[in-house]
T-cell receptor
Framework: GAVVSQHPSWVICKSGTSVKIECRSL??????MFWYRQFPKQSLMLMATSNEGSKATYEQGVEKDKFLINHASLTLSTLTVTSAHPEDSSFYIC???????????????FGPGTRLTVL | DAKTTQPNSMESNEEEPVHLPCNHS???????IHWYRQLPSQGPEYVIHGLTSNVNNRMASLAIAEDRKSSTLILHRATLRDAAVYYC????????????FGKGTRLSVIA
């Protein structure tokens, strides 16, 4: 299957600092990437859709000024958590959309996730 | 995207087949059925997807009911590494719509 990487895999930061998470599609180009967040014992929640070269689309209730998304190339999207607070501690997962060939449907491939802990 | 219903949890013995059910009675004609699984502390992993016909790959088989209102993910021989949360998700074929995750089925495999 296709490979999506995330960096870092975990990060611990102090309250008030900003943290950047990178998501890369390693063996395909992704015009669209997605960012999810997962709290313990819960399912994944979609945060935003990131399209290469344009502004991200945020889900209702997600603060766009707090979670800055940049999708500057076809293989890289970044999520920056600005002025992080303990309630932002979570498991952040990115996903890249691989276009289908031959008339099939697209497939989303996921990164391994980044665990953010804000002290 | 239409909603799916899965059991909260299931248990299987190692090396036995596992049938994970999913109901999707409101599926539309252009919805694909996707299955993903998530191992502990990892991102979701693509398993299989289908539209109308049954599908097989190296990981699993997908059996789709004739009326498409339900489907079953089949793991032919469960191993301890198959213990995960399995998600059944409907997604329209076209557009940029992302996968929307429900609660999934937590599969436990007993040695």
């Amino acid at each position: 299957g296709a490979v999506v990487s995330q960096h870092p895999s975990w990060v611990i930061c102090k309250s008030g600092t900003s943290v950047k998470i990178e998501c890369r599609s390693l063996d395909f180009q992704a015009t669209t990437m997605f960012w999810y967040r997962q709290f313990p014992k819960q399912s994944l929640m979609l945060m935003a859709t990131s399209n290469e070269g344009s502004k991200a689309t945020y889900e209702q209730g997600v603060e766009k000024d707090k979670f800055l998304i940049n999708h500057a190339s076809l293989t890289l999207s970044t999520l920056t958590v600005t002025s992080a607070h303990p309630e932002d501690s979570s498991f952040y997962i990115c996903s890249a959309r691989r276009l289908a060939g031959g008339g099939g449907t697209d497939t989303q491939y996921f990164g391994p996730g980044t665990r953010l802990t804000v002290l | 995207d239409a909603k799916t219903t899965q059991p909260n949890s299931m248990e299987s013995n190692e090396e036995e087949p596992v049938h994970l059910p999913c109901n999707h009675s409101t599926i539309s004609g252009t919805d694909y059925i996707h299955w993903y699984r998530q191992l502990p502390s990892q991102g979701p992993e693509y398993v299989i997807h289908g539209l109308t016909s049954n599908v097989n790959n190296r990981m699993a088989s997908l059996a789709i009911a004739e009326d498409r209102k339900s489907s079953t993910l089949i793991l032919h021989r469960a191993t301890l590494r198959d213990a995960a949360v399995y998600y059944c998700i409907l997604r329209a074929r076209s557009g940029n719509t992302p996968l929307v995750f429900g609660k999934g089925t937590r599969l436990s495999v007993i040695a």
